[in-house]
């Protein structure tokens, strides 16, 4: 049964060729996948660069080519791009795959002789270089949540489910299928496994395309070689694979079907790969017997191979810089030049007209389809369900960061309601249930400061799940702060006021604590919602925690206790409306102290503060407002909230293409 749902054929592999030792039985699906042919048409990419230094020419701009004039055709079959570092191989590639930023690009691609469709980066299968996969769940449990979130409601659970049991042996996984991926703090399966569970989360909607870049990265060499023997059984089953590739073994080059040679953005080869060695005999270089291709290759498009001859002819190995730059420079030209005027480039270039002349013939693709919009195959809440579920159970499975932030509240309560223990009502008890209840707003806005890595961890893998279309940012958003607040808030913000709060001896009231209990609480929610909205811009934790630490320095300043308010100046005074401890602790002042005494005359509140022996007032700086203590916090935590989405939405349309 073949059902498909747009440019998605919902079908399974046929089995894996034995020689690799996996195996797959007969499939509930159709083991033929939609074939598909991707063409590229005068491929440019150009980026620009801020040049100088401070105030020298900061704002002056230079203009860098990564990619020059790029023509030729990925038919179904394994088609590999391979040059030196920094070539543009993996720009190519996501080129090619819809997932560059169009500012700077022109050219086009073309999938079966037509623009790419709207969502074409959801349809499509990319696997990153570095694998991009939840360590703490199974492999299984991976499998089953891109089933969940990248095929259609119209496909049955029951579907779902076998669909990922069938990868599962497909691709050799059956016994490691309920074995943990791993994390550095988590021993797990194999790096060769690893890498085939990655491809297995892009082949669930078995897509008619598929990019990957440089598969073979951190592999050894027998398990890159089994990688690629799986990629290319998928390959001769009409499936179009485009990867990147820097240095492949011999076993690994003679799999390939067509080879796309790049040296500094330009094309210097694209055919078949059977014809690689002929071409560059004909143009006058000769790989000698028993040489990888792939090696000579790039010691050719490096300016090796020359430097080499040079060095031969001056009878040293030394070669001046200048000569061996030059060498190289001259080498690139001539390839570039040598493979426009070739056979090969002659036929790429009318293969390419007969694909546009077909291209005119079909119908246009709409301005509102050329908009690159993500589309999804699951509503809102579907989403919202299993990244949730995905989410906690994460928590659940790697219990270091909750126990250590459950244990951290709980020690310090129990310092703090050591050094303040049992206060008194006299002049020492105002002063000890001031510094106790400061020391209490500091210490749940440091503390939050561990929400700092919550987006910063996980970025790669939610940039390739955002744009693979697997949920929305605001999914991804409210399950990781659900998460967040409930398991790293809101139990230790309860645990701490539990302790502390009767080891202080504050007032013995019902209603007191809980107001207490949820003042601390709502100050740990928006200095935790700061911490978020900060380190959503950033990609260093670290630098986080810098700029973290410095926002709550300054509100510390401002809370009221260290400095008096009133006499601040004024273009410093509205600093104080920014600090979330001043609300914290001004509401926790309210909640403790009205309606105690402490002494016979009169209320302490009411003493006249004038008197300079006085001590029984508020500490210098403290003006009690007369709102319930609870009200103070909701306004900063609603603005804080807003503020964290906001800059996560914006930082989501930043790192990736702005028109997603």
């Not at 570095?130 to 409601?153: K, Q």
């Not at 008619?208 to 799986?230: I, K, M, Q, R, Y």
Request: charged share 15%.
């Amino acid at each position: 049964m073949v059902e498909k749902v747009g440019h998605i054929n919902v079908a399974m592999l046929d089995d894996i060729s034995p020689k690799n030792g996996l195996k797959g039985p007969t499939s509930t699906f159709s083991s033929t996948p939609c074939s598909a042919t991707v063409s590229f048409h005068n491929i440019q990419y150009k980026v620009q660069l801020k040049s100088g230094f401070f105030c020298v020419g900061k704002n002056s701009r230079v203009t860098r080519e990564i990619l020059v004039d790029l023509n030729g055709v990925m038919r179904p079959g394994l088609n590999a791009i391979l040059g030196p570092t920094g070539s543009g191989k993996s720009s190519f590639l996501d080129i090619l795959a819809a997932r560059k930023d169009p500012a700077g690009l022109s050219g086009e691609v073309l999938i079966d002789g037509v623009p790419q469709p709207p969502n074409f980066k959801c349809l499509s299968g990319y696997v990153v270089q570095d694998d991009v996969v939840m360590g703490t769940l199974t492999v299984r449990e991976n499998l089953r949540f891109s089933a969940a979130l990248r095929l259609p409601s119209s496909v049955s659970r029951a579907e779902k489910e076998a669909r990922v049991c069938q990868l599962i042996r497909e691709l050799g996984l059956t016994k490691v299928a309920d074995s943990k991926v791993g994390t550095q703090m988590i021993r797990g399966i194999s790096g060769g496994e690893r890498k085939r569970t990655n491809i297995g989360m892009e082949l669930i909607m078995d897509p008619s395309v598929l990019f990957l870049d440089e598969p073979t990265t951190g592999l050894d060499a027998s398990t890159a070689n089994s990688v690629l023997l799986l990629l290319k059984r998928m390959a001769n089953q009409g499936r179009t694979i485009v990867m990147s590739i820097h240095q492949p073994r011999f076993s690994i080059y003679k799999l390939f079907d067509t080879l796309t040679l790049l040296v500094g953005g330009k094309m210097v080869y694209h055919g078949p790969s059977i014809d690689t060695l002929d071409y560059f005999t004909n143009i006058g270089y000769t790989c000698e017997p028993h040489n990888n291709p792939a090696d000579f290759f790039l010691d050719v498009i490096n300016g090796d191979y020359h430097a080499s001859t040079l060095a031969t002819m001056q009878g040293t190995e030394e070669v001046a810089v200048e000569d061996l730059r030059s060498c190289r420079q001259s080498v690139e030209d001539r390839l570039v030049e040598d493979y426009q005027t070739s056979s090969c480039s002659a036929a790429t270039r009318a293969e390419l007209e007969r694909i546009v002349q077909g291209k005119h013939r079909k119908a246009p693709c709409t301005a509102a389809a050329a908009a690159r919009t993500v589309t999804y195959n699951s509503s809102f809440c579907h989403q919202l369900h299993w990244v949730l579920k995905r989410t906690f159970r994460n928590l659940l499975l790697n219990p270091q960061t909750s126990v250590a932030q459950v244990g951290v509240s709980l020690f310090l309560a129990l310092i703090v309601g050591a050094i303040f223990f049992g206060v008194k009502n006299d002049q020492s008890g105002i002063q000890n249930r001031m510094g106790a209840l400061f020391f209490i707003t500091t210490n749940q806005c440091f503390s939050s400061v561990s929400a700092a890595e919550l987006f910063i961890s996980e970025r790669k893998l939610f940039m390739h799940e955002y744009i693979s279309g697997y949920y929305r940012v605001s999914v991804y958003f409210l399950s990781k702060v659900l998460s967040d607040i409930f398991v790293l808030r809101t139990i230790p913000a309860a645990i701490f006021s539990v302790v502390s709060y009767f080891m202080i001896g504050l007032q013995v009231s019902v209603e007191a604590f809980f107001i207490f209990m949820l003042t601390v609480t709502l100050v740990s929610y928006t200095a935790t919602s700061m911490t978020m909205a900060i380190s959503a811009d950033q990609s260093v934790v670290a630098l986080a925690n810098l700029f973290i630490t410095i926002s709550f320095v300054f509100m510390m300043i401002f809370s009221g206790l260290l400095v008096n308010l009133p006499s601040i100046m004024d273009w410093l005074a509205w600093l104080k409306y920014f600090s979330i401890p001043r609300y914290g602790l001004a509401a926790l002042q309210i909640n403790e102290f009205v309606g105690l005494r402490f002494c016979d005359t009169q209320d302490i509140w009411t003493t006249n503060s004038s008197s300079p022996g006085n001590h029984s007032s508020p500490p210098a700086g403290q003006v009690l407002p007369t709102e319930r203590p609870f009200l103070l916090l909701w306004k900063p935590c609603a603005r804080s909230v807003d503020l964290i989405y906001f800059v996560s939405r914006f930082r989501c349309r930043t790192i990736t293409n702005p028109l997603v």
